[in-house]
């Protein structure tokens, strides 16, 4: 069984996976700090859904996240790629062993 398909049999959720040639949003310029944040809205327009950031804080400045296709998140966060068939509504929260991962509705409610 894949990674992917056991972090969502873990967490009870139905997978959708993202395909590696749609694009996920990404804070590049804040890779190296913890904790290490995602959350997955709606696929819409060749995007999975999924937005990524390290650290405490998520800025609400429109030119934070960067666009990234799913095949490249290896090369930046590799612990990753584990997530990314969490389905819409999923959030998660790493932090070398920690792993917080939820269900948050207001994510799909939007």
């Known amino acids: 069984m894949s990674s992917q398909k056991k972090i969502c049999k873990k967490f009870d959720a139905m997978p959708l996976p993202s395909n590696a040639g749609e694009k996920l949003g990404i804070a ?3 890779i190296g700090k913890m904790p290490i944040n995602g ?3 709606n696929p819409e327009s060749g995007t999975c859904g999924w937005y990524i950031w390290c650290g405490e804080e998520m800025s609400e400045n429109a030119d934070f996240f ?3 296709h799913v095949s490249h998140i290896s090369k930046y966060l590799p612990e990753l790629e584990q997530y990314l068939s969490l389905p819409p509504g999923y959030r998660f929260l790493i932090a070398g062993e ?3 991962v939820w269900h948050d509705p207001q994510l799909t409610s939007i």
Do not use: C, G, P, V
């Open 28 to 30: 590049i310029e804040t």
């Open 39 to 41: 959350l997955r809205l």
């Open 66 to 68: 960067k666009a990234l």
């Open 98 to 100: 920690y792993e917080d």
